[in-house]
């Protein structure tokens, strides 16, 4: 029954092997006083290898929440979210933990760097959790400054950088563990435009070099850098545009 | 590996705490001046009870010391020219009783003690002579410092022979050569033949008969030409006594017997004497009190800086919170990044133990300073002692642990989403 959903919203070449990210039936609940709010009120969808979704809707259309559980940032109330056919939706807070740590790369809109720590320490924060030894880790940390355009500023704090900078800093430290998805809340939401172009721009180059992006935008221009576009109502799916 | 780890998240927890420099030092000073108390005052402590600890001990755990005391007498000299004589205190038959009653004695060393001006050529000195036998200087050790002690021969022939201590020797044979030298001692010559340290240290609670210018006679001399009664001039009246001991140490051979033959002695002392013209002390019942006072001293002392310690534990806590609540957003982004629930607890724990362990050494290095300095100002004997430094060191950081890791579990329990959006 559920299998039958999944595939009715795919097209009908449907691969279910290229499918990373498969919600079936999610629903989210949250009680507000005494009243239950459905955040997202039973979603099925499922994300291909390759692609680059943006996540629209109204406020409160569950865009966010939608974003916290699959980055494992939150678990479903009920229903099933399976993450390269595993079923992460029930996993305790560690195994969560270990997940992010290992297939997600989060992008935030206020870019969220620690300010006492530097360019570098920040790229570095996930190998450090991921126990990488620090010859290893500071190589990397320079090869993926080198990717976003931000060599030579490794030792700077973020507060030396400007906006565009912190949030490459960010795509930096989101690509270090190699995830298989990247997570964007409105990256460019506190950046002007022509810089928020150039996120842009790096988010679909690396979306073109496999990794799988979700981002949650309002603007249509931001939007349609996206390959796919995933519009959301009252916590259910309203519509879906673009090749998926 | 898991050591290198461990070193690059104290050097990290070393960086916050330095990036807020003012008040992690604020935050370390409760911890510091806690510890710097329970060292000062431990050292305080056992300086005082070292002393009295020593002086006890000098006299010997196995040994008992019987004292003459003169008994409260019932009528007192009413007015004019009395003449009296008070007869009290140990006898020599008490200590061939006591030696040949108990079998767990070792040695009985009577002691009489007479007042003697000391001559030589225009020289003179009050000295108090200690009539003993050669026993006496193995149970109360004196080093030497030139010639020999008495001897039981020296008992035996009643020779005419006396030791002397440090002071009385320098200021009466100052000029002379010291052994072999004759000098008058009340009516009688004697020989110096040895010289002996006097006791260190000034004068305690328990007394000893050689704190001043002491010299040593054999016993057997003293009795044949002194005899018992010694007579003391005091403006209108004259007293005199008759005392044939005036302190006696009897000495077991194992400390177990103490007690045991301590209230033989005193029954069998009480059947021969009418009245209680004696005081025994028993130095191991003394070193059991004194052990006793240290120990409720200790634990006074050691209360009120652990109140201190707590003060500067809670002082801990309260920065933590404040940070905890200060630094939510960077908890949110580590825990998104990947980190699990403990290492946030580690992270914030380190910071705590960091803290609270420099605070601690930095404590322990006051801590010795004051008693340095109450032993140079106030001339107050102190004693630094190895456990306090390790013991306060050791409390200061079960107190980083103990108060960092309420708001460390407070940070790694908030809710990543929660946190991340938290300004």
């Known amino acids: 029954m559920t299998l039958q959903t999944v595939s009715s919203l795919n097209s009908s070449v449907h691969d279910a092997r290229q499918d990373v990210v498969r919600f079936v039936n999610v629903r989210k609940t949250y009680l507000m006083g005494s009243e ?152 460019t939401g506190n950046l002007d435009s022509v810089t928020g172009e150039q996120i842009m721009q790096l988010l679909s180059e690396l979306n073109r070099q496999g990794k799988i992006i979700l981002m949650v935008t309002h603007e249509p221009d931001i939007a349609a850098h996206a390959r796919q576009r995933l519009y959301l109502r009252d916590g259910l799916v309203d519509r879906m545009e673009g090749e998926h | 590996m898991r050591q290198l780890r461990m070193a690059r998240n104290i050097a990290l927890g070393i960086k916050n705490l330095l990036l807020h420099k003012l008040r992690s030092v604020l935050t370390m000073l409760g911890v510091v001046f806690g510890v710097g108390s329970v060292v000062a005052m431990l050292s305080v402590g056992e300086g005082a009870s070292k002393e009295a600890l020593e002086r006890i001990r000098l006299l010997g755990s196995n040994n008992i010391i019987i004292s003459s005391m003169k008994p409260v007498e019932e009528e007192t000299g009413s007015g004019g020219r009395m003449l009296r004589m008070s007869v009290y205190g140990l006898l020599y038959e008490d200590e061939t009783r006591i030696r040949e009653t108990f079998p767990a004695v070792s040695s009985t060393v009577p002691v009489k003690l007479l007042r003697k001006e000391g001559r030589l050529y225009d020289q003179t000195m009050e000295l108090r002579m200690v009539a003993t036998t050669a026993d006496w200087f193995d149970l109360v050790q004196r080093p030497l410092i030139a010639g020999r002690k008495l001897t039981a021969r020296d008992v035996k022939d009643r020779a005419n022979v006396v030791v002397l201590t440090e002071h009385g020797a320098r200021r009466l044979l100052a000029t002379q050569s010291s052994i072999g030298q004759v000098f008058k001692l009340g009516p009688d010559y004697f ?222 329990n908030l809710d990543p989403i929660v946190a991340l959006r938290h300004e």
């Not at chain 1, 992460?88 to 620690?114: E, K, M, P, T, W």
């Not at chain 1, 990717?147 to 800093?169: A, D, E, I, K, Y």
């Not at chain 2, 801990?316 to 960077?330: D, G, W």
């Not at chain 2, 801590?367 to 004693?383: C, E, Q």
Request: with cysteine.
């Open chain 1, 36 to 187: 239950e709010v459905h955040a997202l009120a039973g979603v099925s969808l499922s994300f291909r290898r390759g692609s680059f979704w943006a996540l629209m809707g109204p406020s409160g259309s569950g865009k966010s929440t939608m974003l916290n559980i699959l980055g494992c940032l939150d678990r479903p109330t009920s229903g099933q979210y399976f993450l390269e056919s595993r079923d992460v939706s029930s996993l305790s807070d560690d195994a969560l933990s270990d997940f992010r740590l290992r297939h997600f790369g989060f992008i935030f809109q206020s870019f969220n760097l620690i300010p006492q720590l530097t360019v570098r320490e920040n790229i570095e924060l996930p190998l450090y959790y991921l126990g990488w030894e620090a010859a290893r880790s500071a190589a990397r940390a320079e090869e993926l400054a080198e990717r976003v355009g931000l060599t030579g500023r490794l030792h700077h704090r973020p507060n030396q950088l400007s906006g565009g900078q912190q949030q490459r800093v960010a795509v930096a430290r989101a690509l270090a563990n190699d995830p298989v998805m990247l997570l964007a809340d409105e990256p």
């Open chain 2, 191 to 412: 020989e110096v033949v040895g010289i002996v340290k006097n006791e260190s240290g000034p004068a305690g609670g328990v007394q000893t008969p050689d704190q001043e210018v002491d010299a040593y006679v054999p016993l057997t001399l003293a009795r044949e030409r002194f005899g018992d009664i010694s007579i003391r001039r005091t403006t209108g009246s004259q007293e005199s006594e008759r005392v044939e001991l005036h302190q006696m140490i009897v000495q077991l051979k194992s400390t177990d017997d103490v007690e045991r033959v301590a209230s033989g002695i005193e029954a069998m002392l009480k059947r021969f004497h009418k009245k209680v013209d004696y005081k025994m002390s028993i130095p191991l019942a003394l070193l059991r009190e004194a052990e006793a006072t240290k120990r409720r001293f200790n634990i006074v002392l050691g209360s009120i800086a652990g109140i201190s310690l707590l003060v500067g534990g809670i002082g801990i806590m309260n920065i933590m919170l404040a940070s905890v609540t200060e630094r939510t957003r960077e908890i949110g982004i580590r825990r998104a990044i990947g980190a699990k629930r403990r290492q946030i607890v580690g992270q914030f724990l380190i910071e705590t133990v960091v803290l609270s362990t420099v605070g601690g050494l930095i404590g322990v290095c006051i801590g010795v300073s004051i008693p340095w300095l109450i032993t140079y100002f106030a001339k107050m004997p102190t004693v630094v002692r190895l456990y306090s430094l390790v013991l306060s060191v050791g409390i200061s950081m079960g107190v980083g642990i103990v108060f960092g890791l309420y708001p460390a579990i407070r940070a790694a």
